[in-house]
Structures are given as structure tokens and as C-alpha cells.
């Protein structure tokens, strides 16, 4: 697997290079108890990082939630653990990404339906079939401007990564076929 260093679109001026700053996996199980915590444990499994639990916003009395009630599962990867999941989960959807899935700010997001797409995984009947979704940031340097604490300024529209170079940092540097 290659390094996330090496996975950079470069684009004349070193600033205007594009990288993975983040990948977040997510199963959404829509119940607390035992299948959450065997969403959890599958997460942990694929990913080798701890999930976070994500509660319910609202309650719905008709499928039994309640507001507060842990509802989900997420983990955010960063950096070669981040790229290695996303090689796997680019390989279970036969490497090809809808056009719609691309947002305007250079985020693409795309479902797993089923787990066992993951190259090495097999099925385990204790565990069952859970399907996931996967979202991918892209950003450019500087960028940490906008987003830290101390000293937030802004930045320009040209350090934002557009719909176009996200696809295009997707198809050279991922190998991606965008439909």
C-alpha cells in the first residue's frame, strides 16, 4: 500500500497540492443493545481503531428510539490507516464512484452494502452481513487556517477543493472510474 504522502495530486504550486486528510467509516444500526455493540466490534476488526458510539438526535416513537440513545457507529482514520481502509473499500465497489457522490467542498461519500466485499474479510454468522458507509475529505495546505481555535481567518476559494479536482485527484491518483 502506498504511504498517504504519496498519494497527492500536485498542481503547479506546492499549496495547490490535494491529499486525504480524513476517511470516516459508518454503520448505522439504528438500535442500542447487542447489535450495536456487534456493529462495534466489527468496526474496531476492519479498521484496527475504536469506535465512537453516535446518539439518536430525536425521538421516533415508532421504530423505538429514543433522543440520546446510542444509535450508531463511527471511526475516523487519519494518515496510512486511512488510506489503507479506503484501497480495501474502493476494491469491495470494484473501484468506480458515482458522479453524485462528490459534494462541492471535495468530500465524496459511498456505501458498502455488505461487509464481506472487503477484500480479507469472510463471513462469520455470529456477526452477521452489516453494511457501511464510507466518507473521504479531501483539502489542500492551509486550510488548518479556517478550521483551528486560535487566530481563525479565512481562506481563499482557491485553497477549497472543488467538485472537478476531487474527481480528478480520485481518477489520476486513485485510479478511480468516476460514472
Avoid at 502506498?2 to 459508518?26: A, C, D, F, T
Avoid at 425521538?59 to 450508531?72: M, Q
Avoid at 483551528?148 to 486513485?174: H, N, Y
Amino acid at each position: 500500500m502506498p504511504s498517504w504522502k504519496e498519494l497527492v495530486l500536485v498542481k503547479g504550486h506546492p499549496m495547490q497540492r490535494i491529499y486525504i486528510e480524513k476517511v470516516v467509516v459508518n454503520i448505522g444500526v439504528g438500535a442500542s443493545g447487542e447489535k450495536l455493540e456487534k456493529a462495534a466490534g466489527l468496526l474496531k476488526e476492519l479498521t484496527g481503531a475504536e469506535p465512537s458510539r453516535r446518539r439518536a438526535k430525536k425521538s421516533i416513537k415508532d421504530f423505538g428510539i429514543r433522543k440520546g440513545e446510542p444509535i450508531g457507529v463511527a471511526v475516523t482514520l487519519r494518515r496510512d490507516q486511512a488510506v489503507n481502509f479506503l484501497m480495501r473499500a474502493l476494491q469491495a465497489v470494484n473501484n468506480r464512484v458515482k458522479k453524485t457522490s462528490f459534494d462541492d467542498r471535495g468530500n465524496v461519500c459511498f456505501g458498502i452494502k455488505e461487509h464481506i466485499l472487503l477484500p480479507g474479510v469472510k463471513y462469520d454468522p455470529a456477526v452477521g452481513i452489516w453494511g457501511m458507509d464510507v466518507c473521504v475529505k479531501l483539502a489542500k495546505p492551509g486550510l488548518r487556517v479556517q478550521l483551528r481555535r486560535r487566530r481563525r481567518s479565512k481562506v481563499g476559494k482557491r485553497q477549497l477543493v472543488t467538485k472537478e479536482e476531487a474527481i480528478e485527484f480520485f481518477q489520476k491518483v486513485l485510479g478511480v472510474q468516476v460514472d
